[in-house]
């Protein structure tokens, strides 16, 4: 049986495309390439002479990138662009990258859609599955491991800090009891029974353990800090920085990193405000209702 390619719809797509600015020969980085829904779209504003170069830490989905891209620069035949990708963390961005070589960069910090919709990798707890969550399968700990290894404290901590979820001591205290956790569903079970759905609620009352639990296994915020702080050695005068972040420590570091830059004359703040998706992309990709663009432009101020 042929398996199905993942569906994916890439967030804010149009509005990326309109302020990453990509023209013909340039060098533009994606550094979070995924399934390449955005890669894509850049490719085919290149030309031959332009060069994409993709980050993605997860092998899947940088396989499957692969295959993407190679089946639109056959598309694009002798107006294809020179295409790179490299199966790391784009916290490494600066080992791979010439000063003052990028034109445009882009980074979607969002799980992408092949890590949530498959149930191996423990993402999600809409279906019950291994407790894992690592972007990166060879190498870190498990969610599962953390659960069962850290203490009640430890884990109250984390929870409050990166869930931002206020009932992180009750839940901690369950966690700690109802060991070993192994499973999304165990764990989306305790959370519940622990701290049960408030009036009015939109979330799953797990959502934000489990986004606490993903981001730590991951270092997703140390991640993030560390490109914002590469980024403007990277790119050349007037070259654009794009961001799209799904929840407000994200947000909050790119919208520091960027006012911390204006301030010092490296960043032109193109976005004032976040742009954020409208309803017929809402309507199409429910997924897309909490992301938030910001994008820069690099001024000629020596870093």
Known sequence: MTQSKPRHAPVLFEESMQWLRVRPGATVVDCTVGLAGHAAGIARLLGPEGHLIGFDKDAEALDLAKGKLDEVCRELGSQAPRVTLIGEAFSSISRHLQHASVDALLADF???S??????????????????DMRMDQRSGPTASQVVNEAS??????????????RRSRRIARAIV??????????LSRIVTSAAPAM???????????????????????????????AAPKLLKPSARLVVISFHSLEDRIAKDSLREGAREGIWEILTKKPVTAGEEELER????RSAKLRAGERTATSC
């Not at 984390?158 to 931002?164: P, R, V």
């Not at 990709?285 to 897309?288: A, I, L, T, V």
């Open 152 to 165: 009640e404290h430890e884990l109250a901590d984390l929870i409050y800090e990166y869930g931002e979820e």
């Open 285 to 288: 990709n429910p997924r897309s």
């Open 199 to 229: 009036k009015q609620a939109h979330l799953h009352p797990a959502t934000r353990t489990f986004q606490a639990l993903r981001i730590y296994v991951n270092r997703e915020l140390e991640e993030i800090s560390a490109l914002l702080e």
């Open 110 to 112: 969002g799980v992408s």
């Open 177 to 186: 009891r109802g060991r070993p956790v192994t499973t999304t569903g165990q």
């Open 114 to 131: 092949l890590q949530l919709d498959e149930a191996s990798r423990g993402f999600s707890f809409m279906v019950d599955s291994e407790l």
